[in-house]
């Protein structure tokens, strides 16, 4: 099913739940429930959080605590190890 078919779907279900508002009161219920089961995303950052982890990564260089490659085998050996 396409994103357009299930958003037809799901606003075909809610026009039916909208007029019983014990199915409405099961429904926000539920939605809550799924929200909150939700994973997060490890790798999204807000803006302060990017730019503060740039900051670090741009002192531990300055700091000589960088990593440097001088050729892409050694760079893949060096990610393949993680």
Not at 15 to 37: H, P, T
Not at 50 to 58: C, N
């Amino acid at each position: 099913m396409t994103a357009i078919q299930l958003n037809a779907e799901m606003l075909r279900n809610m026009s039916i739940i909208a007029e019983d508002e014990n199915l409405l009161k099961r429904a926000v219920k539920y939605l809550r429930k799924l929200v909150a089961e939700k994973p997060t995303d490890p790798t999204e950052f807000t803006k302060e959080e990017f730019f503060e982890r740039v900051d670090k990564a741009e002192r531990q260089i300055a700091e000589g605590k960088g990593i440097t490659f001088t050729n892409r085998d050694d760079m893949n050996k060096w990610l393949n190890s993680l």
